[in-house]
């Protein structure tokens, strides 16, 4: 269920790809982040590339902002 612009309700089932989307920002809603739903296993064998994305040691095709290090 979910509101549109106008305030007008609205019930949909969705899967795939958009459903996936819509779980994501709800998540951010609440402040869970993707890293949270990650195994300790899994999250343990990224922690080396996701520690060099914060500081901004990564390659990519657009542009990234990183916070200051102080």
Do not use: C
Request: aromatic letters at 10%; proline letters at 3%.
């Amino acid at each position: 269920q979910y509101q549109d612009e106008q305030f007008n309700d609205h019930e949909e089932t969705f899967d795939g790809f958009a459903a996936r989307v819509i779980q994501h920002e709800h998540d951010h809603l609440d402040g869970i982040l993707f890293t949270d739903h990650l195994s300790p296993l899994r999250r343990r064998l990224l922690k080396g590339k996701l520690r060099d994305i914060s500081i901004g040691k990564t390659d990519a095709k657009y542009k990234m902002r990183f916070p200051q290090v102080k």
